[in-house]
């Protein structure tokens, strides 16, 4: 199999690999695909009664992202929703919605084409599983559920929501479960997937590591 310019980095919620992502699309000025966001915009456009193709056809249309300062933002029809898109009720919608075949299959041609021949940053939970099988380098970042939990808390709470830490952990590993165990594109490392537990990681320290591999492969 011919591989692609494209780095995959995968794993549970709340791991941490949106930050690595950012970071190394910022860092080394490549392209990056938040897949977790495209499946919460669904679920933010799915509210309003749109079909699925009808959603389809306005993230292609009317749906900007752009990286800035390490941020993704993301525009609909011009407005800024990107807080909108980062709240439980919508993220937990999200994981509902992506475990149906006719929302994954709708998805897969959208985050593909992210893919120009450039360098690419594909964050999610299928990236190198089912996305970008044939991608360059595999990145499977993990953490244990109590981390990821933490790490939930503070970013919620720095966006002033309410929170509660033992439904944050109780949550993730619910999601664990799902992602897991569940029929369509279950959650696991790929065959050649390094695996990286960032438990005891800061990200300084887990972009070193993903720098070295990106340094190997593509420099």
């Given at each position: 199999?011919?591989?692609?310019?494209?780095?995959?980095?995968?794993?549970?919620?709340?791991?941490?690999?949106?930050?690595?992502?950012?970071?190394?699309?910022?860092?080394?000025?490549?392209?990056?695909?938040?897949?977790?966001?495209?499946?919460?915009?669904?679920?933010?456009?799915?509210?309003?009664?749109?079909?699925?193709?009808?959603?389809?056809?306005?993230?292609?249309?009317?749906?900007?992202?752009?990286?800035?300062?390490?941020?993704?933002?993301?525009?609909?029809?011009?407005?800024?929703?990107?807080?909108?898109?980062?709240?439980?009720?919508?993220?937990?919608?999200?994981?509902?919605?992506?475990?149906?075949?006719?929302?994954?299959?709708?998805?897969?041609?959208?985050?593909?084409?992210?893919?120009?021949?450039?360098?690419?940053?594909?964050?999610?939970?299928?990236?190198?599983?089912?996305?970008?099988?044939?991608?360059?380098?595999?990145?499977?970042?993990?953490?244990?559920?109590?981390?990821?939990?933490?790490?939930?808390?503070?970013?919620?709470?720095?966006?002033?929501?309410?929170?509660?830490?033992?439904?944050?952990?109780?949550?993730?590993?619910?999601?664990?479960?799902?992602?897991?165990?569940?029929?369509?594109?279950?959650?696991?490392?790929?065959?050649?997937?390094?695996?990286?537990?960032?438990?005891?990681?800061?990200?300084?320290?887990v972009f070193s590591i993903t720098e070295n591999l990106i340094n190997k492969e593509f420099i």
């Amino acid at each position: 199999m011919k591989k692609i310019n494209v780095i995959t980095i995968d794993g549970p919620s709340a791991s941490g690999k949106g930050s690595l992502s950012k970071e190394i699309a910022n860092s080394f000025d490549f392209n990056l695909l938040d897949s977790g966001a495209l499946y919460r915009l669904y679920a933010y456009l799915s509210n309003m009664s749109f079909t699925l193709n009808e959603i389809v056809g306005q993230i292609r249309k009317n749906v900007n992202f752009d990286l800035n300062d390490k941020e993704l933002l993301i525009n609909y029809l011009d407005n800024d929703i990107t807080s909108d898109l980062r709240t439980e009720v919508i993220a937990k919608t999200a994981s509902k919605l992506s475990s149906i075949k006719e929302v994954r299959e709708a998805l897969f041609n959208i985050q593909r084409n992210f893919y120009d021949g450039g360098v690419l940053v594909a964050d999610g939970r299928d990236m190198g599983t089912v996305v970008f099988n044939d991608a360059k380098l595999k990145i499977f970042l993990t953490a244990s559920s109590q981390e990821r939990a933490k790490r939930r808390y503070l970013e919620l709470q720095n966006r002033g929501q309410e929170v509660n830490m033992p439904a944050l952990i109780a949550d993730i590993e619910e999601r664990d479960l799902k992602d897991s165990s569940r029929e369509l594109s279950p959650l696991f490392p790929a065959e050649d997937a390094h695996i990286i537990d960032s438990s005891n990681l800061s990200l300084e320290e887990v972009f070193s590591i993903t720098e070295n591999l990106i340094n190997k492969e593509f420099i």
